[in-house]
């Protein structure tokens, strides 16, 4: 129902949602619904920036990066164990965003693809 009513107001992509300003958007959603979905698209295009340093982790779930060795996931990446503490934090932030079953079966590449 909500995904009905924000394409009718040409909320399209996660970088329209975004934008949006939840105080002035359709009416039949309210106001706290839409700054969550703002949030939450916050949330995930700020993993985008991410992607080049992500690719060797493209084909796992989110769920298993949050919740994978964090030695593994540098040694995969070859980035600084501070480094992957930032993603998994990102991650596990991503975690409260998402329903739990998206959050344990999307890949990152599925993800990520949604950014496109």
């Not at 969550?36 to 796992?60: H, M, S, W």
């Not at 989110?62 to 993603?87: F, I, N, Q, Y």
Request: glycine share 6%; hydrophobic share 45%.
């Amino acid at each position: 129902r909500y995904a009905e009513l924000l394409r009718g107001a040409g909320i399209r992509s996660l970088n329209d949602l975004r934008g949006i300003d939840p105080c002035a958007l359709p009416a039949g959603i309210p106001s706290v619904k839409l700054w969550e979905f703002k949030t939450k698209a916050e949330i995930v295009l700020g993993l985008a920036a991410d992607r080049t340093r992500l690719a060797p982790l493209l084909n796992r779930t989110v769920h298993d990066l949050a919740e994978g060795s964090s030695a593994e996931l540098a040694r995969l990446t070859g980035e600084s164990p501070t480094a992957v503490d930032e993603l998994k934090a990102k991650l596990r932030l991503l975690q409260i965003a998402l329903d739990e079953e998206v959050f344990a079966t999307v890949t990152l590449r599925e993800l990520l693809s949604e950014l496109d």
